[in-house]
Structures are given as structure tokens and as C-alpha cells.
């Protein structure tokens, strides 16, 4: 049953999606920490986390389009008439696990652009911060010299 198929996905999604909020976190305490050993693994970590959620997403949509058979998707509400209807054997409960599953998955991505952003807070301004010191160390006239390397 395709619908099986999609939760099953669509909860994996969710487990790997947790696991980089998990990842991300360990980044932010490595960049906190200065520990560049520590960042260099989680950045693989991420690029791991990332690859297997692109082919678990384009399964995903690949399962859909099946179910919906159309390549142009309707909108939200009728999307999810339309999945439930397509499949003979779905029921109430699946459709209710799909939207809690697809809430989860909301929240989560939601959880995880914040971390990113306050991740990239943390660079910009550790970026600023060094390039601040190199000036006052070497002086405004190497400031080429310090353009160019950071």
C-alpha cells in the first residue's frame, strides 16, 4: 500500500530531520568551543543527514505523483482529499498519523532554521571579530592583505 510507503518516509524524514537539529546543536557548542575538530565532523555529519533526506524526499514525491497521477500537484486541501481517496485501503487513522507526521515535520524544519540562523549569527560575527583583530595586530595598511584572506 503506497500510503504505508509514504508514512513510512515521511517518518524517517522526520527522524533524520531531528537528528540534524541534534547535529546543528553539536555544531553551534563546537563553534562556541573553538573545537575545529568537532565542526569539521559535524559538517560531514550534515552533508550524510542531507543526502539521505533528498532521496528520501524524491521517493517521496515520486510516491505521490503515483498516487495522484499528476505531475501537477493540487492545492493543500485537496491534495490530502485526493491522496486518501486515491488509495482504497487508507482510513481515518492514516490520515490523521499523515498530518500529525506532516506537523512534526513542520516544526522541526521550523527548529531547524532557527539553529541556522543563529549558526550563521555565530560565523558572521566570529568573521568580524577576527578580521577586527588582524587589523589592530598588522594595521589598517595591510587591510588589502586581510580582504582578501578572510
Known sequence: ?????LLEIMRSQLNKLQ???????QMQ?????SD???FEKTIEQQE???AEVRSQEKERIDILKDL???DILPEKNVLVKKLFEAEPESDLSLQEEYHNIRNSLVNVVG???NLNFQNKYLIDHSRKFIKELVTNLYGVKN???LDRKV
Open 1 to 5: 500500500m503506497k500510503i504505508i510507503r
Open 19 to 25: 537528528e540534524m537539529y541534534e547535529v546543528l546543536q
Open 29 to 33: 557548542n563546537a563553534m562556541v568551543e
Open 36 to 38: 575545529y575538530n568537532s
Open 48 to 50: 550524510k543527514i542531507l
Open 68 to 70: 495522484l497521477q499528476s
Open 111 to 113: 527548529e531547524i532554521e
Open 143 to 145: 587591510q588589502k592583505l
